[in-house]
């Protein structure tokens, strides 16, 4: 392993984490907001616990509750119920803290504001299903691994949910909502967002059926009557506010490699693909410059998808490093590194992964089949065998993926 890069790699990762920290962008969004007298807060998603927090130190409320991922919530806050629950796939922990929430909620007046704080796996934490758990579970098992992308994969979840498309907002109806979004979806389209359970749906039964057919979805009779059924299109008792997305991780990143003396291109924060062909792209560019003889860096951004087909273990951001670890191959102090800035990718205790030169001659030598085990989509395993797992640890953000090729000619 090439011990200067993998140095970089872990600064920019913890540089470009750092800046889209949710805390003083919760601040900033309600230092001059006036919410009323009466307020409620409900905080649902990866970053719920540290969006919460610094809500509370803000707002006079009345209570509060948060909803977010098992391990990320990090001590007690005033007067709040703290939950940990599934993610990507709910669980009935989830279930339980959405009833706490509808409980707390139930009610209110035109008088009262709910200061919805919502951040990425929310679709998965925050949820009232329409079917049983157990189906809900087997059908966003099933789109999570057919290739499906988030936009489609939450087109298909408003419709099994109680809470979700805009149902929330419905629910809460008369009382006025107030939401602060920290956005992991490319483009930050508010109604996928988590679901957009405070959001009028755009998409239609039309793109709900076509999904469903296209990838090749087993749906029971009753799941099948739901997508037929429409999600809301007006809203009229919630205001959002989107404060921080993939598109400031990656400047942060670029300005971190700017003061290590890389020479940077940001390509793209919008990229959305199968997760080893972004890898292979990265491969390639890596190819194409390495022998320009300047230090260099090239990043991406967006949210890639996994097409699984085998049975092994890993996440978008370690099939990516992985994509790339063949078109890097014996290129000299050249790497390729993908990261999560929620910590966690996929199911692992991974953010990510590191490849570089040196990859694959490391694996051979342990005479570990690349091949054989990447097309058993067990990245993450290829990775802990030659030291390239990124680990952060949940980090209380969640503003998307983000990738970079570092080429060292300094």
């Known amino acids: 392993m090439n011990t200067r890069l993998r140095q ?8 470009a984490i750092n800046a889209v920290l949710p805390g003083e962008a919760v601040r900033r969004a309600l230092i001059n907001t006036d919410l009323g007298e009466s307020v409620y ?15 509370a130190e803000l707002v006079s409320y009345k209570k509060g509750i948060v909803i977010t991922k098992y391990g990320h919530v990090n001590g007690k806050i005033r007067d709040f119920e703290c939950f940990e629950a599934g993610h990507p796939v709910p669980d009935d922990n989830g279930v339980y803290a959405t009833g706490k929430v509808l409980e707390l909620t139930e009610g209110l007046t035109e008088n009262d504001t709910v200061l919805f704080l919502l951040s990425g796996g929310g679709s998965a934490l925050f949820e009232k299903p329409l079917v049983s758990l157990e189906e809900l579970q087997d059908i966003t098992k099933q ?19 109680g809470v979700k498309g805009g149902r929330f907002a419905d629910k809460v109806y008369p009382a006025k909502i107030f939401s602060i979004i920290l956005s992991d979806i490319v483009g930050d389209p508010l109604d996928m967002i988590a679901s957009g359970p405070t959001v009028a749906d755009t998409s239609t039964t039309g793109m709900a059926l076509d999904i469903i057919q296209r990838y090749g979805i ?46 940077t291109v940001f390509l793209s924060d919008s990229v959305c693909a199968e997760a080893r062909e972004v890898g292979s792209m990265l491969g390639a560019i890596a190819q194409t410059h390495a022998g320009d003889g300047r230090k260099l860096a090239y990043i991406l951004g967006g949210e890639t998808v996994v097409h699984i087909k085998g049975t092994g273990m890993g996440g978008r951001n370690q099939e990516i490093a992985c994509g790339a670890a063949g078109g890097i191959s014996g290129l000299e102090n050249t790497a390729v590194f993908s ?54 640890g949940p980090t209380g953000t969640n503003v998307n993926d983000f990738s970079v090729v570092l080429i060292d000619r300094g």
């Open 41 to 55: 807060i409900v905080a649902v998603g990866k970053a719920g616990f540290s969006m919460a927090k610094a809500a």
């Open 218 to 263: 087993t749906l029971s009779r009753e799941a099948k009557m739901l997508m037929d059924t429409e999600t809301p299109k007006e809203v009229t008792n919630s205001e959002n506010q989107v404060i921080g997305s993939v598109r400031e991780l990656c400047n942060a990143a670029a300005v971190c490699c700017k003061e290590l003396g890389y020479e």
């Open 143 to 161: 789109l999570l691994a057919s290739g499906a992308d988030i936009n489609e994969i939450n087109t298909i979840r408003k419709r099994l949910s």
């Open 339 to 392: 990261v999560g800035s929620d910590g966690t990718d996929g199911p692992t205790d991974a953010a990510g992964g590191y490849v570089d030169s040196d990859t694959l001659n490391t694996l051979d030598k342990m005479k570990v089949s690349f091949e054989e085990m990447f097309d058993n989509n067990d990245s993450y395993h290829i990775l802990e065998k030659c030291g390239g797992l990124i680990k952060t």
């Open 8 to 15: 970089d790699a872990d600064k920019i990762t913890e540089y």
